[in-house]
């Protein structure tokens, strides 16, 4: 997103750039050797319906803005600005667009395509949520043509009414036939863009992680993608949402407002507050929270727990995790000062609190995963994360799949005089971002981590292979090989490295206990209802 | 606002930066040279009442996040953020939050402070809402410290309910006395951040510029400010909103939502949403809008129509406007292809549809006031808002006031090979960001003249006179001299150059005539109620 600084004029005339699409003649910007199609239409939908193509235009429409989000059903509050800045945006139910980046607009250049699919679990988020998540860096770094999305989400992408008719039937599953709308979009228009259809990785993280791992067990999309990377995306004991329990919650926010079998089109047209509203009421009084169904029929299942279809075996796969996650969100606190000019006897009590009996036990660990780390970053070590992106990767060679590559992000951030990457760190990284993001750039360092990862996962997006020349070697992970990319001041591949120190850790999540977020002069507290 | 491209390590440590307020202690952060402190409380506020002075605390309070910023009463849309940047943020009623920039945060230093108030009319808007506005390059160019803040908008704002008791005597003017008490806080704690409390100059641009001409007329400002800019904030033939019609209006919101004399109280919980509704409704009805109340106790109405007060005269000003205004905002569509381009037969033809009878003498009047432009600029150009600028100024010197330059911002931006500026379009070079704008960034020429720019704002900031070295000489304006700074590839003085020009302009506005915003393939139209 903008701004960055300007070293050349941006070009947006009346007739350049223009590229012609299925649906018609776009105008987008040249800006620093790149060229930009901000908010363009996928597919339109009708709410609770499937999405549909574009309508053919005649003249040339503008694509220099970025197009509306998905509506969210929870207030945002500030309380992550630092670690995780966002670009707010412009609400709306019409949400069903995407922005592309490249360097070229002619057809035939065929430049691998990477599809960026946004994170907040299946609720919140958009392509332009985080700065993060700009393509221009990322584009111009690897010569690829990048792509990000918006779909809906929450109660208007996965609210299952299919008990109220074969109209209804995907209704669970609405905001990943989205996403496979957007996907056939890119095949039908992408070498208009310098793109080759034949070539395309879907990557994700987070919420976005968990939409690439569904799209890999969703028939609809087979064919429309070559390549998948999931971050931080996978956590275990994480289930899948089974028909029996969204059709219930689709009954039950009906019901909530009061609509029938006789009425319930109405739930087309009640605004999308009041929708919001008994859809949250229900949600929480049945636990019931918005993703994909598994139908067996659009969708089968989380491929960490369900076998993986045959014909995405071929697909090969980066799967990976950050250090800290949930564990290490929001700059927690537990005590004053930073956490590496604690002194020992403030370490063993948090140790004790933390672990009980096994503090020891995990203080050696510790020392023996990360032998130049402190002791103290065991207690925002993130154990679910971490074990899931392993153990699918394991999981996929176990099932003769592509090869995939495990990593594991962990660069210490200068925050509070040095604080253990949170869930999204990593995204700047492999987006080649890092000098923008203030909780995180680290002069000399940053420069050369993001050359590694970002040319990683542009290797990996060229060739199935993440391995180039400016970093060490990188193994595919086996259950025996135990290999895992560190990406970290000195990238490093390691084997069964933290096996100890992760079995050690207990499950619950930390946040919530005695941690908490420091204190600003305005509110934190969690979102709100609409 | 974040991101921008960094070269040093960002530094907010536990123990660094602090700055000690009479509050209490604020840990900000220190970036490429500048300390940051972002969402600042300056003050608390109940719904419908004054603001107060907020409660010291104990220990130190993070400022690295922006603090929320006021409700809107409309929802945003997207059709002007190619034209003009918005960062959309947090909303909430808690909005009484202010932003430091500065170099120093030690006591003594005495730069001068420079308070940014920000636009939207008196209904939409935030400090942070134009990428525009960050203050970083502006403190780091002219060495002074940068200040801009929130306060209170549309109906929680300035809804007149004073006929409803006492306690409730300046509600139609809250959102003025939230800027006054942002004021005395500068005053009481800007030494501990580098700044002089005697020399403090406040300048906001569209509603902005209308609340600075607004607090010149407020005695509850007098001591707090010694300087003032009016950035495109005044229109000739708008008028005082009178005690008898804002009086109307609070009581037509309060019987809109069923309130009474012995029930009003309840409007001070009512949802937002709920209030917001009414307003919006009542305001309709009557055709008032949000604005200050001239009751002649709290605010005097608007220098331009009204005396000036004679404790105001000494405060030296900067008064001014773009060309296009809201005459050329939005990229706006009159033909196809780029106005540079247009041949005479068409030119011709949009001249008789504008001007009738006067497009011949327009022709003739605008190759006199600017004889290196189009002839078609004249289509674009703004009348009211240059009208009311120039004799502001002339005002002022009739009536035995401080000096007053009037300025015009002139540079055509490469939009569309050459867009006349529109409304905001001076933002980025008064503060120093012009390269980070796309529609209207030009190379080589955009750094010369928002050197020209901001030099000229921040020596006016240092002495209230904006003449400097690195530009041509500037006077005082009076009647008698026409003396305009046109800001332009050329910056330059000139003498009486338009007064034919626009004496020939017709005054209805341009917007919604034949013109048309350019097409996307997604929605534009008006902002929706809430």
Redesign the interface.
């Known amino acids: 997103m903008?701004?960055?600084?300007?070293?050349?004029?941006?070009?947006?005339?009346?007739?350049y750039p223009v590229v012609e699409t299925k649906g018609g003649k776009?105008r987008g910007?040249w800006?620093e050797g790149v060229f930009l199609f901000r908010?363009?239409?996928y597919a339109t939908a009708k709410r609770f319906h499937m999405p549909q193509p574009?309508q053919p235009w005649e003249?040339t429409?503008?694509?220099?803005?970025?197009?509306?989000v998905c509506k969210e059903i929870h207030?945002?509050?500030?309380?992550d600005?630092?670690n995780v800045?966002h670009?707010?945006?412009?609400q709306?139910e019409?949400c069903l667009?995407l922005n592309i980046w490249t360097k070229h607009i002619e057809k035939g250049v065929k430049r691998p395509v990477m599809v960026w699919i946004h994170g907040g679990g299946f609720s919140t988020g958009s392509s332009i949520e985080l700065?993060a998540y700009d393509g221009m860096e990322l584009c111009d770094f690897g010569d690829v043509v990048v792509v990000s999305l918006n779909h809906r989400l929450n109660c208007i992408g996965y609210l299952d009414l299919s008990d109220f008719g074969e109209e209804y039937r995907y209704t669970g599953n609405l905001g990943q036939a989205d996403l496979v709308a957007a996907l056939q979009w890119i095949h039908d228009n992408i070498d208009a863009f310098g793109g080759d259809p034949g070539n395309v990785t879907i990557m994700g993280q987070s919420g976005g992680g968990g939409k690439v791992n569904a799209l890999i067990q969703t028939p609809a999309a087979d064919g429309l993608y070559h390549r998948a990377v999931i971050q931080s995306g996978l956590m275990t004991g994480s289930k899948d949402l089974l028909p029996e329990r969204s059709k219930a919650l689709g009954r039950a926010v009906a019901a909530e407002l009061g609509l029938t079998q006789e009425t319930i089109h109405e739930i087309e047209t009640v605004p999308y507050y009041i929708l919001a509203r008994a859809a949250q009421k229900a949600s929480k009084e049945l636990g019931v929270g918005w993703s994909p169904v598994k139908d067996m029929d659009y969708y089968y299942g989380s491929g960490l727990t369900n076998p993986f279809r045959e014909e995405t075996k071929k697909i090969p796969m980066l799967v990976g995790s950050v250090l800290g996650e949930f564990d290490q969100n929001y700059n927690q606190v537990y005590a004053?000062?930073?956490k590496n000019e604690w002194d020992e006897a403030l370490v063993n009590r948090l140790f004790d609190e933390r672990f009980g009996e096994n503090a020891q036990a995990v203080k050696d660990a510790q020392r023996k995963a990360y032998p130049r780390a402190k002791v103290v970053d065991a207690i925002f070590t993130n154990k679910g994360g971490r074990i899931a992106a392993r153990d699918y990767c394991f999981k996929r060679f176990e099932e003769g799949c592509a090869p995939a590559y495990n990593w594991l992000f962990n660069l210490e951030c200068?925050?509070?005089?040095g604080t253990i990457p949170w869930h999204n760190a990593e995204e700047a990284y492999m987006f080649h971002?890092a000098?923008?993001?203030?909780?995180s750039?680290?002069?000399g360092v940053s420069e050369d981590l993001q050359d590694q990862m970002t040319g990683a996962w542009v290797a990996f997006a060229y060739t199935g292979d993440p391995n180039h020349v400016g970093m060490a070697t990188w193994d595919a992970a086996t259950k025996e090989n135990g290999a895992c990319m560190i990406f970290d001041v000195r990238t490093r591949q390691e084997f069964h490295h933290d096996d100890e120190l992760i079995s050690l850790l207990p499950d619950k999540p930390i946040m919530g206990s005695n941690s908490r977020a420091?204190?600003?002069?305005?509110?934190g507290g969690p979102r709100q209802s609409l």
């Open positions: 903008y701004p960055r600084k300007l070293t050349r004029s941006v070009i947006t005339n009346p007739d776009l910007l800006e908010g363009v239409q574009v003249g429409k503008e694509a220099i803005i970025y197009g509306p207030t945002p509050i500030a309380h600005e630092y800045p670009y707010h945006y412009i709306d019409d667009y700065y004053p000062g930073s200068p925050l509070n005089s971002n000098c923008y993001l203030e909780a750039y680290i002069p420091p204190e600003t002069t305005f509110g």
